[in-house]
């Protein structure tokens, strides 16, 4: 079991037995780590929000707070990002704070697969300042997420139309506009699509193999930073 899915593990152990204990030795045992591993994971999961705390004496432990805590929710992948793009918004706000610890609680109750899946489509959203407004179509951004091979025709910045066949590989957003960033066939490299300049989406059966990486975007180091969930 990888830190990510125990951290969520731990959550839910706690949880189950709240308001009894776990002791650090108990729960080193039940995931197969040290008693240290334990108390640094406990003191992410703190540091994150989480409300956890440690009773002392023989038979204390760990225990936490189910009042001031969600039970796991049905929240998907996909608006775990969308609130993560939002809240990166909220940056320099009074509320960006809070909104970050939100986020982080929300996570903290996903279901071990749901949060990793939500940090991967994280790491397939870049953007460059605060991020756009403008609307993503909602065939692309399905695409994106479920890795499928899309054929769009797309306008160029003079109104030419072309017929391309494009393997989504994530979006591009700054101050103005989504792109999707995508391993155009016509063109055999990494493309930037504006969203808003694609006229017609068709999704096709080929799974995307290919992942993205800053590099392929030609970038300058430093502008440009990858969406995060923490």
């Given at each position: 079991?990888?830190?990510?899915?125990r951290?969520?593990?731990?959550?839910?152990?706690?949880?189950?037995?709240?308001?009894?204990?776990?002791?650090?030795?108990?729960?080193?045992v039940?995931?197969?780590?040290?008693?240290?591993?334990?108390?640094?994971?406990?003191?992410?999961?703190?540091e994150?929000?989480?409300?956890?705390?440690?009773?002392?004496?023989?038979?204390?432990?760990?225990?936490?707070?189910?009042?001031?805590?969600?039970?796991?929710?049905?929240?998907?992948?996909?608006?775990?990002?969308?609130?993560?793009?939002?809240?990166?918004?909220?940056?320099?706000?009074?509320?960006?704070?809070?909104?970050?610890?939100?986020?982080?609680?929300?996570?903290?109750?996903?279901?071990?697969?749901?949060?990793a899946?939500?940090?991967?489509?994280?790491?397939?959203?870049?953007?460059?300042?605060?991020?756009?407004?403008?609307p993503?179509?909602?065939?692309?951004?399905?695409?994106?997420?479920?890795?499928?091979?899309?054929?769009?025709?797309?306008?160029?910045?003079?109104?030419?139309?072309?017929?391309?066949?494009?393997?989504?590989?994530?979006?591009?957003?700054?101050?103005?506009?989504?792109?999707?960033?995508?391993?155009?066939?016509?063109?055999?490299?990494?493309?930037?699509?504006?969203?808003?300049?694609?006229?017609?989406?068709?999704?096709?059966?080929?799974v995307?193999?290919?992942?993205?990486?800053?590099?392929?975007?030609?970038?300058?180091?430093?502008?440009?930073?990858?969406?995060?969930?923490?």
């Amino acid at each position: 079991m990888n830190r990510t899915d125990r951290l969520y593990a731990l959550v839910e152990e706690l949880r189950a037995v709240s308001p009894r204990p776990r002791s650090a030795r108990w729960l080193a045992v039940r995931f197969e780590v040290s008693s240290r591993t334990i108390e640094r994971d406990i003191g992410a999961l703190q540091e994150a929000g989480v409300p956890i705390w440690a009773e002392s004496g023989r038979t204390g432990g760990y225990v936490l707070d189910r009042v001031h805590t969600l039970p796991p929710v049905n929240l998907t992948p996909a608006e775990a990002v969308a609130m993560a793009v939002a809240l990166h918004r909220l940056a320099g706000s009074p509320f960006a704070g809070p909104g970050a610890t939100a986020l982080r609680k929300l996570l903290a109750v996903l279901p071990a697969a749901d949060a990793a899946e939500a940090h991967r489509l994280a790491g397939r959203v870049h953007l460059i300042g605060d991020g756009p407004a403008t609307p993503v179509p909602a065939t692309v951004a399905h695409a994106v997420t479920a890795r499928r091979v899309l054929r769009i025709r797309y306008a160029d910045r003079a109104g030419v139309d072309s017929l391309r066949d494009v393997e989504p590989l994530g979006y591009l957003g700054n101050s103005h506009h989504w792109y999707l960033v995508a391993w155009c066939r016509l063109r055999a490299e990494v493309r930037c699509f504006r969203t808003d300049r694609i006229c017609e989406v068709e999704t096709r059966p080929e799974v995307v193999v290919r992942d993205l990486r800053l590099e392929d975007l030609d970038i300058p180091h430093g502008r440009v930073r990858a969406l995060s969930l923490v």
